[in-house]
T-cell receptor
């Protein structure tokens, strides 16, 4: 079952912060985050493997709340290069990754 | 060096034709995938192979047939192409299946007219 991302789209000015949420009606074993720039392939950002885990990558970090079956991606002091569509992917079973519908992030100067 | 490569990058063809897309990874990964991304950007898994063995076969029409001649290659053959097959097809690989980072190829934009 596909995880649900919110919001569907965000427009920010450079330097502002954003939060993207990913929630599932099924138990989550792990959560992956990817970013896809226009016309390019998705690129891996980070994976969270257990509840309570938090990770960071430059000014992008994420948390995983296993009980609530959700994950959030935090973008701090956004840069123009952060623009793109962000996807969360949830591992369902041992083998399959199911992606959310994506959140389009636009950063304006 | 390109980690995951796909050919061709663009494919324009008519309804009813048969076409193939090729994928190669030089990362030494055991698992490879095919995804379809439609016009609404929805990224959906189609197939996955682990060490040449099919492990995921989602509900896709049987006009789509993947083949993995070795663990570094995964091809996708599509018979009797339909308008609805128009999409971007991404190949990806990971060190093993499931909870591992996936590396995506550049994508093949298929347009069926």
């Amino acid at each position: 079952q596909q995880p649900v991302q919110s919001p569907q789209a965000v427009i920010l000015r450079e330097g502002e912060d954003a939060v993207i949420n990913c929630s599932s009606s099924k138990a989550l074993y792990s959560v992956h985050w990817y970013r896809q720039k226009h016309g390019e392939a998705p690129v891996f950002l980070m994976i969270l493997l257990k509840g309570g885990e938090q990770k960071g990558h430059e000014k992008i970090s994420a948390s995983f709340n296993e009980k609530k079956q959700q994950s959030s991606l935090y973008l701090t002091a956004s840069q123009l290069s952060y623009s793109g569509t962000y996807f969360c992917g949830t591992a369902q079973g041992a083998q399959k990754l199911v992606f959310g519908q994506g959140t389009r992030l636009t950063i304006n100067p | 060096d390109t980690a995951v490569s796909q050919t061709p990058k663009y494919l324009v063809t008519q309804m009813g034709n048969d076409k193939s897309i090729k994928c190669e990874q030089n990362l030494g990964h055991d698992t490879m995938y095919w995804y379809k991304q439609d016009s609404k950007k929805f990224l959906k898994i189609m197939f996955s192979y682990n060490n040449k063995e099919l492990i995921i076969n989602e509900t896709v029409p049987n006009r789509f047939s993947p083949k993995s001649p070795d663990k570094a290659h995964l091809n996708l053959h599509i018979n009797s192409l339909e308008l609805g097959d128009s999409a971007v097809y991404f190949c990806a690989s990971s060190i093993a299946s499931g909870r591992y980072e996936q590396y995506f190829g550049p994508g093949t934009r298929l347009t069926v007219t």
